[in-house]
């Protein structure tokens, strides 16, 4: 099967930067929708960002917007997220997830990377 790598997370402190990467091995993302999520202790998974992979349309939940970017690199089969003016409440564990057999729905989902935001 697909496996969906994420890789940047860590700790860092309020007003800092992250860039989040997520990979596939066995397959490229061209035609599909690769989006990150996020879960918080106690929390549900939540919605951050996706991009569709051929016209790079975007888009985001109210909360990342303005702060953060999802962007591609075509020639590395990547995505990324980049997250600017980090808050203590963007810590969670973020998820890279494809619409690899669906055009409707996520099918696909990584490990998992932590990020930690301190006060």
């Known amino acids: 099967q697909v496996q969906l790598v994420e890789s940047g997370g860590g700790l860092v402190q309020a007003g800092g930067s992250l860039r989040l990467s997520c990979a596939a091995s066995?397959?490229?993302?061209?035609?599909?929708?690769m989006g990150w999520f996020r879960q918080a202790p106690g929390k549900e998974r939540e919605f951050v960002a996706s991009i569709y992979w051929s016209d790079g349309s975007r888009s985001y939940a109210g909360s990342a917007k303005g702060r953060f970017t999802i962007s591609r690199d075509i020639a590395k089969n990547t995505v990324y997220l980049q997250m600017n003016s980090l808050k203590p409440e963007d810590t969670a564990v973020y998820y890279c997830?494809?619409?690899?057999?669906?055009?409707?729905?996520?099918?696909?989902w990584g490990q998992g990377t932590q990020v930690t935001v301190s006060s």
């Open positions: 066995g397959r490229t993302f061209s035609g599909h929708t």
């Open positions: 997830a494809a619409m690899f057999s669906s055009l409707y729905e996520y099918d696909s």
